[in-house]
């Protein structure tokens, strides 16, 4: 059974920066993405950033620059490290698993598997 497990989220003034984690686990997939995600309260869910199980790296407009995703696949984790972090980062952080890998993409409709969120508060 496939787990994600998003963790790292708190109060960060803006300027700050944090580093998100998500744990996985379950994975028998030899090509995968994990991605990350985030919802505001009374908006839609958004992609962020997503990295592939062959390193690939992709973001979007608004993150790239300021956030970068990583992995370590002997701890089966990805981060995400977000920088100067602003008022209007503040929401819950999902992570995602796209297994087995379709297409690389940041569009959540795309990904199978969810994790619990993390709330990030940035506060100005």
């Known amino acids: 059974e496939v787990q994600l497990q998003a963790s790292g989220g708190g109060l960060v003034q803006a300027g700050g920066s944090l580093r998100l984690s998500c744990a996985a686990s379950g994975f028998s997939f030899n090509a995968y993405a994990i991605g990350w995600f985030r919802q505001a309260p009374g908006k839609e869910r958004e992609g962020l950033s997503c990295i592939t199980s062959d390193g690939k790296t992709y973001y979007t407009d608004s993150t790239k620059g300021r956030f970068t995703i990583s992995s370590d696949n002997a701890k089966n984790t990805v981060y995400l490290q977000m920088n100067s972090l602003k008022a209007e980062d503040t929401a819950v952080y999902y992570c995602?698993?796209?297994?087995?890998?379709?297409?690389?993409?940041?569009?959540?409709?795309?990904?199978?598997?969810w994790g619990r969120g993390t709330l990030v508060t940035v506060s100005s």
């Open positions: 995602a698993a796209d297994a087995p890998l379709v297409i690389a993409t940041i569009l959540p409709e795309y990904y199978d598997y």
